[in-house]
């Protein structure tokens, strides 16, 4: 896997993926665009989604929606990695298993998503979940 960064002006970067796909990076506190942290972020919550869906999926859990509320804290020190990040899911659906979303998300932050395993390392990541019925 490759991708490419390229200065587009000011602190506004462009990210290009192997793929052909691009993102806009904003390292002036994320005004236009996000910022690389803010990205990082946002990956962990993609890849956890995409397990958390495809095993509840799987375990054929009536789920009609998904969403993961991200907060990270950043040390005081520079640089200022993260030391802490939460995720919370909602799950929506009818008669969805308890049982079954902790399952999917504990298989996500334990033996699936590479994001996830890769910042585990030195950040502190947790994770919550609450069932809407509809």
Request: glycine fraction near 6%.
């Amino acid at each position: 896997m490759k991708a490419q960064v390229k200065w587009i002006g000011d602190e506004m970067f462009a990210g290009i993926s192997e793929s052909g796909h691009t993102i806009v990076l904003d390292a002036n506190a994320g005004s236009l665009a996000p910022s690389p942290l803010e990205n990082v972020l946002i990956s962990l919550g993609g890849c956890s989604s995409v397990d958390v869906i495809s095993i509840l999926k799987k375990t054929r859990q009536n789920v009609s929606d998904c969403k993961v509320e991200i907060s990270g804290t950043r040390v005081d020190s520079v640089p200022k990695l993260f030391s802490d990040i939460h995720l919370h899911f909602v799950i929506s659906g009818t008669n969805v298993e308890e049982k079954h979303v902790k399952k999917a998300i504990s298989l996500s932050a334990d033996k699936y998503c590479s994001v996830a395993l890769m910042l585990n390392k030195s950040v502190n990541i947790t994770h919550d979940f609450s069932i809407i019925e509809c």
